[in-house]
Structures are given as structure tokens and as C-alpha cells.
């Protein structure tokens, strides 16, 4: 069965560093992976995507994430993280076109001023 | 700008009274999902609907929730008796179709405690 597994509950960062957000999966094949940024209170907006193709993948806000498939690891990153960053993030996975997704238990980011 | 609607954003109820939950899609998307995300983890597909048929219900506790989506629009998910493990956010989702390509907008959540 797919798993997600993202080892950081809680990262706190200051305002204008760099940010990491590590996901590894499970699963055999290629996957779909996905990241998805949670505010407080809201649902989930989708930030980026990855099928196939170029493994680093651009998103909104400006977040990119790099599939690293001998690693597992589908891991996001922002160069400049800006307070209204903080939020919770999740990684999925879907292994088929019309698979369910299977979440991660999600990181929540802090930002320091 | 479309947005999947959900109502009541928060439900208080008492454990084995019976609760509804409601779900208005972004308008033609033929793929409806409700989630149950409990505090501190990720969502979990609790039952997917393509137009008004489901195509996946395998995590649906079946024995006290129910899913429609009687014209392929809205959703209602139903919830009796509840017990006390059922507070969690309560989130719908809607997307163009079941394909990956197609992303999942989601709602705002309900937010539901059990007394």
C-alpha cells in the first residue's frame, strides 16, 4: 500500500531564510505526488504537482519541489519564506491516473520575524 | 473566483444524535470527494463520487455514515449515531474529473465536535 511519511511536525524559520519541507513515499512505481499549504481554519489549495518529466517542478507562491526517485523523496522548497507562509503543508501521493491520494500527517510551518 | 461551498463551518452535537453535513461543488466538476482529516493528521477519503454514482467508499464507516449525491451536484454526508471519535474536520472536496491531472478544490471544512 502507498504511504507518505513527512518526518518534521513542526519547523520554525525566520522570515526571509530558506525553507525545507522533507516527504518520502512508498510506493513502487512512479507516483503522483502533490503538495498542498492548509491555513488555519481553511481547506487545502494545491501548490504543486508532479506525473513525470522534469523532476524539479515549479509551484505557486513561489515553492518548487524536486522528485528524487533512488531517495524517495518528493521534498519542497521556498528560498525566502515570507510570514504569510505559515501555514500547514501536506504531502500526498496517488499511485494511478484515478487512484485515491494518501496524505501525509503534515508539517506546520512557523515564521519569526 | 469558483469555490466549493460547505455548510455549517462548526457542529456541536452530543454523542448518538444523528449530523448532516453539506457540499456544493464548483460547478461542472463531475468528481466529489468528502475527507475526514482529524486534528494533527492528514486527510483521509472517506467516500468519491463520479456524477452520482460512487467509485469509492472503501473507508467509509458504513455502519453510521451514509453519502448522496442524488443529481450529481451537491452531496449531503450523514453521520448517525455519532460518537465521540468523529470530531475532526469534515472536508469536500470537487475536481473536473477523477483524473490526477485535474486538481481537487477544496472546501473550507466543517468542523464538527462531539459532546
Known amino acids: 500500500a502507498q504511504s507518505v511519511t513527512q518526518p518534521d511536525i513542526h519547523i520554525t524559520v525566520s522570515e526571509g531564510a530558506s525553507l525545507e519541507l522533507r516527504c518520502n513515499y512508498s510506493?513502487?512505481?512512479?507516483?503522483?505526488l502533490f503538495w498542498y499549504v492548509q491555513s488555519p481554519g481553511q481547506g487545502l489549495q494545491l501548490l504543486l504537482k508532479?506525473?513525470?518529466?522534469?523532476?524539479l517542478v515549479q509551484g505557486i507562491k513561489g515553492f518548487e519541489a524536486e522528485f528524487k526517485r533512488s531517495q524517495s523523496s518528493f521534498n519542497l522548497r521556498k528560498p525566502s519564506v515570507h510570514w504569510s507562509d505559515a501555514a500547514e503543508y501536506f504531502c500526498a501521493v496517488k499511485n494511478t491516473n484515478a487512484g485515491k491520494s494518501t496524505f501525509g500527517d503534515g508539517t506546520t510551518l512557523t515564521v519569526k520575524p | 473566483e469558483a469555490e466549493v461551498a460547505q455548510s455549517p463551518r462548526y457542529k456541536i452535537t452530543e454523542k448518538s444524535q444523528a449530523v448532516a453535513f453539506w457540499c456544493d461543488p464548483i460547478s461542472g466538476h463531475a468528481t466529489l470527494y468528502w475527507y475526514r482529516q482529524i486534528l494533527g493528521q492528514g486527510p483521509e477519503l472517506l467516500v468519491q463520487?463520479?456524477?452520482?454514482?460512487?467509485?469509492?467508499d472503501s473507508q467509509l464507516p458504513k455502519d453510521r455514515f451514509s453519502a448522496e449525491r442524488l443529481k450529481g451536484v451537491d452531496s449531503t454526508l450523514k453521520i448517525q449515531p455519532a460518537e465521540l471519535g468523529d470530531s475532526a474536520m469534515y472536508l469536500c472536496?470537487?475536481?473536473?474529473?477523477?483524473?490526477?491531472?485535474?486538481?481537487?478544490?477544496f472546501g473550507p471544512g466543517t468542523r464538527l465536535t462531539v459532546l
Open positions: 472536496a470537487s475536481s473536473l474529473d477523477s483524473g490526477s491531472y485535474n486538481e481537487q478544490f
Open positions: 463520487f463520479q456524477d452520482e454514482s460512487v467509485v469509492d
Open positions: 508532479y506525473f513525470s518529466g522534469d523532476t
Open positions: 510506493y513502487g512505481a512512479t507516483p503522483y
